[in-house]
C-alpha cells in the first residue's frame, strides 16, 4: 500500500491510538506518534507508573487515562486527518501500527482531500495544498494539555515536545496537577554490596589495558573474557568500569541501569537487591562539578538498538534519580544548546556523533558536567558502535575507549546467565560503594501506594487502601491501624508480617485472604472527593499519612 497521507478516523482506541480508513478502503490502526497517554482505568494494572515523574497512584493515572481518551474521542472522531511519517522513525511500530504525527481541523470544517506538496515531514504544518485547514498537531496539543507526556525515542520533534512537556507540568496542566517531584519516595539508595552488569565488555585506553587503579568495579575471579577483532587481551583481572578524572569521563562496560533486567518487567529474577542504581549515580556525581538535572542522549539510535538505552529504557532508574531529588531529560539535539546538568550518560550510539554535537559535549564537560559512555560486549553490538563510543572519548580527551571483548561468568552470574556477571570485586579507594545520600532520614517503613475509593454500584464496600513494605526487610504490622480522616480505623491481625516490597489490601467490605484484608464494615469509608489515609504503629505513633483530592 502507498504511503496514505489522509484517512478517515473510524474509532479513537483511547488517547494515543486511532483506527483509520484510507480512501482506497484499506484500513489500519495508527499509534500516535511521539506521546504516551495513561492507561484508560479499565487497563491500570498495565500502567507503569515509573514513567510519570513525580505521580505516584496508579488509579489517579488510569482516570487521567480515560479522559485523555474522551479528550481524543471530542477532537478526531469521526474526523479526516493527515497522517505524517518522522524522518527519523520507522513506519511501523512492533505491532504493525502506524507512527504518525496526527493533523486535523479543530473547527471540524475541513473536507478537503490530501494535502499538498507543501507539508512538512516533521509534522510541523506545510503552507501550500487543500489541508491549509489541517493546522493542529494532535500529538503535540495532547502533551501540552498535559494528557500526556512524551515518549523517550528518537523522533525529529522529540526535544521541543520535553519543553511543551515541561511547561505543561510547570503550569500543574492536566494530569501534572498532581506530579509532586520532591515527594517522591526513595527506593533501592543503600550501599553497593553487589552488582551485575548485563553483556559487558572490559574497559581499556587507546595504548593498551587500563591500569587496575583506574577501575573501580571488575568482573569475578572466574569470568573469562573473548576477544573480538582488535580487543586488547587482559592477563589478569578484567576491568568493567573506568574512570578518568581530569577528563571527567567514565566508561561502564555495558547497561547496568537496563529496565529489561527488572522483575516486575518480566525478568525471572529480584534484582532490586544490587547496587547497581547508587553506583552508577555515585559515578557520575563524583566526576561532575556541579549539580542539576541528569541528561540521557536519545538522537543517536539508541531507542531501536538492542545494545543502547534511551530514557524510555531506564524508567526504574530514572524512578531512583527522582527519590535522590535528580531531575532527568533526554535530550536528542546537542548541537544547538544543550541544556545544563550534571552529567550526560552516551550508551552506543548507532549514528556517529557530527563534529558541532562533538564540540557540544565538550563545552558541556568543560562547564563541569559529567560524561558517562556506557557500552555492550561486541558480541550483540557493531563495531561502528563501538567506534561511535570511542570517538566521544576521545573529542573529551580521554585515553579511556571500550574494549572490543566479551565478558562472561559462569560460577557468579544473575539468573544463571554468565553473560550477566555478577561482581563485588570493587576498589574500595574509589568512593563509590555507599548511599547516594547516606544522611537522608530514613523514610515510612509502610507506605500507602493508592486509595480506590470509587465503590462500584451496589457495592458500596468494594473499596480498598493497598500499602507496602517499603523497607529493605520483613516488617511486623500487628495492631497497626489505618485510619481517615473522620476517625474510622482499621486494625491489622496480628502475625501479620509484610516482606520486603510487599503489598497488602485493605478491603471496607467482607472476605479474607492472606494478601486481602478486610474491615467488615458495611458502608464506604474512603470520601470519593478526597480523604486522609493515617497509618499508625502498634504504639500509636503516627507512621505516615497520604492525602488524595478525588481527582
Given amino acids: 500500500m502507498p504511503d496514505p497521507t489522509t484517512a478517515a478516523v473510524t474509532d479513537v482506541v483511547d488517547g494515543d491510538t486511532l483506527d483509520v480508513e484510507f480512501p482506497d478502503g484499506e484500513t489500519g490502526t495508527v499509534r500516535v506518534l511521539g506521546i504516551d497517554t495513561p492507561e484508560t482505568t479499565d487497563n491500570v494494572e498495565a500502567e507503569r507508573r515509573r514513567e510519570w515523574e513525580g505521580i505516584e497512584s496508579i488509579d ?30 520507522p513506519s511501523r511500530d512492533q505491532f504493525d501500527r502506524l507512527l504518525r504525527y496526527v493533523r486535523y481541523d479543530p473547527d471540524g470544517s475541513d473536507d478537503s482531500g490530501p494535502p499538498g506538496d507543501g507539508d512538512d515531514a516533521d509534522g510541523s504544518g506545510g503552507s501550500d495544498g487543500p489541508s491549509e485547514a489541517r493546522d493542529t498537531v ?37 494530569l501534572w496537577a498532581r506530579s509532586d517531584l520532591p515527594a517522591t519516595p526513595e ?104 549539580g542539576g538535572q541528569l541528561l540521557v542522549d536519545g538522537g543517536h539510535g539508541q531507542f531501536d538498538a538492542d545494545y543502547a538505552l534511551s530514557s524510555e529504557d531506564m524508567a526504574y532508574y530514572l524512578r531512583y534519580l527522582e527519590g535522590q531529588d535528580i531531575g532527568h531529560r533526554q535530550v536528542n539535539t546537542l548541537a544547538d544548546g544543550m541544556p ?18 562533538l564540540a557540544a559535549v565538550e563545552s558541556f564537560r568543560d562547564a563541569g558536567g559529567a560524561v558517562l559512555l556506557v557500552g555492550h560486549a561486541a558480541d550483540g553490538m557493531p563495531a561502528d558502535a563501538r567506534e561511535n563510543l570511542d570517538a566521544v572519548a576521545a573529542a573529551l580527551g580521554s585515553d579511556l575507549r571500550l574494549n572490543g571483548d566479551a565478558v562472561t561468568d559462569e560460577g557468579s552470574a544473575l539468573n544463571g546467565d554468565p553473560a550477566i556477571p555478577v561482581t563485588s ?9 555507599g548511599a547516594f545520600t547516606p544522611e537522608r532520614p530514613a523514610g515510612p517503613p509502610l507506605s500507602v501506594v493508592r486509595v480506590e475509593s470509587g465503590a462500584d454500584a451496589g457495592e458500596p464496600t468494594s473499596e480498598r487502601v493497598v500499602v507496602e513494605n517499603a523497607g ?19 486494625r491489622f491481625p496480628e ?57
Wanted: no cysteine.
Fill in 187 to 290: 527506593i533501592r539508595d543503600r550501599p553497593v554490596e553487589r552488582a551485575f552488569v548485563p553483556d559487558p565488555a572490559t574497559v581499556r585506553t587507546a595504548s593498551g589495558t587500563l591500569a587496575d587503579g583506574r577501575a573501580p568495579v571488575f568482573a569475578g575471579e572466574g569470568a573469562t573474557q573473548t576477544l573480538a577483532g582488535d580487543g586488547v587481551e587482559y592477563d589478569g583481572r578484567l576491568p568493567l568500569v573506568g574512570v578518568d578524572d581530569d577528563a571527567r569521563v567514565a566508561v561502564v562496560g555495558g547497561p547496568m541501569v537496563d529496565e529489561w533486567y527488572e522483575q516486575a518487567e518480566g525478568f525471572p529474577t529480584d534484582t532490586s537487591g544490587f547496587g547497581n542504581f547508587p553506583l552508577f549515580t555515585n559515578l557520575l556525581a563524583s566526576l561532575s562539578d556541579r
Fill in 340 to 357: 545544563d546538568g550534571r552529567a550526560l550518560v552516551v550508551t552506543a550510539p548507532a549514528a556517529a556523533y557530527t563534529d558541532a554535537e
Fill in 472 to 490: 529493605d526487610g520483613p516488617l511486623d504490622v500487628s495492631g497497626w491501624r489505618i485510619a481517615d480522616a473522620a476517625g474510622h480505623e482499621y
Fill in 425 to 433: 570485586a570493587f576498589d574500595d579507594s574509589f568512593d563509590l560503594f
Fill in 138 to 174: 494532535y500529538n503535540r496539543l495532547a502533551v501540552a494539555e498535559g494528557f500526556a507526556r512524551v515518549y523517550g525515542s528518537g523522533f525529529a520533534r522529540h526535544d521541543e515536545y520535553r519543553a511543551v512537556e515541561e511547561t505543561a507540568r510547570d503550569e500543574s496542566r492536566g
Fill in 60 to 89: 489517579y493515572l488510569g482516570r487521567w487515562g480515560s479522559r485523555a481518551s474522551e479528550f481524543a474521542r471530542e477532537r478526531l472522531a469521526g474526523a479526516t486527518v493527515e497522517l505524517v511519517e518522522d524522518p527519523n522513525e
Fill in 495 to 551: 502475625g501479620l508480617t509484610l516482606p520486603a516490597g510487599a503489598r497488602a489490601a485493605v478491603n471496607t467490605g467482607s472476605g479474607g485472604t492472606a494478601v486481602e484484608l478486610y474491615w467488615g464494615r458495611n458502608s464506604p469509608v474512603w470520601n470519593d472527593a478526597g480523604d486522609t489515609v493515617s497509618v499508625y504503629d502498634d504504639g500509636g505513633s503516627l507512621v505516615t499519612e497520604y492525602a488524595y483530592d478525588g481527582e
